[in-house]
């Protein structure tokens, strides 16, 4: 890629800061009200631990705690934030008609603004998100060895393009329907339950979990925080890595797909 071309992209991902920039204090009522249930999951599992006594597959209560704020600050630093009805609303609209003129790439465009917004919902929801790891700090516990941060940041890094390109591909619904909400709620619910928000994906029986294995949903959380936990491990770990650099190049393949399939079809029906 020329630099002429480098720039472009740069230019889209300054004015996606600006613009995203806008909206700091709803990312952090956002992120301030998104503790709440983090507040819930700490009384439920304080109950079950004090009913069972012991540990769960490995957790007690202190690393069940630790794992849920990971899982949390993980999901604020990767999760995208509206981009799905920002991009359908392009499309609804006839935004893209704009940009189909340009010599750039829509998904590289998109992808500028992702970043843009990431670094601005980092920046604004990394301070009540110190407070809580402050709060509890006596159930955190650091890896030793560096080369498990450096595993958990290259899987991280992984999560946040996977949960994009999954992202742009549900937005392409929106060539074909008026309305994604309802698919988008269904491929979230499915991430929220297999992705290790609602409880971690390693307590589930094994042949649970090896099947889990294999579906993208594993990897655009757990995983990163199952490395970080020191939970994956060796030749575990290694596997982990390969499928989820599997699963990533099948969803970039997967939204380079629907769009140039939405395109033919917005195209042919005179948008």
Known sequence: MST??????????????????????????????????????????????KERGGELHGYDYGSMIYYYLLTLLVSNLVTP??????????????????????????????FSIFMSGRLVYTFVTLPPIALIFIYFRHYIALPDQAMTYVFASISMVMAALMQFFITYSLAMMAFWILEISTIVFIVYSFEYFLGGQMFPIDIMPNAVQAVMKWLPFYYELFCPVAIFL???????????LAIQ???????????????????????????
């Open 4 to 49: 002429t071309r480098i720039d472009k992209y740069v230019s889209v991902f300054n004015i996606g800061l600006q613009n995203t920039f806008v909206y700091r204090w709803n990312y952090f009522l956002r992120a301030l009200f998104g503790l709440i249930p983090l507040a819930g999951t700490v009384f439920l599992w304080s109950a079950i631990f």
């Open 230 to 240: 020191g939970r994956l491990q060796g030749g575990a770990l290694a596997e982990a």
């Open 245 to 271: 650099t599997g699963w990533l190049f099948l969803t970039w393949a997967a939204a380079r797909a629907m769009w140039k399939r939405g395109l033919g079809h917005y195209q042919a029906v005179g948008g």
């Open 81 to 110: 934030t509206e981009d799905e009805w920002q991009i359908a609303a392009d499309i609804r609209e006839g935004q893209i008609n704009s940009l189909l003129t340009k010599p750039m790439s829509y998904l590289a465009y998109r």
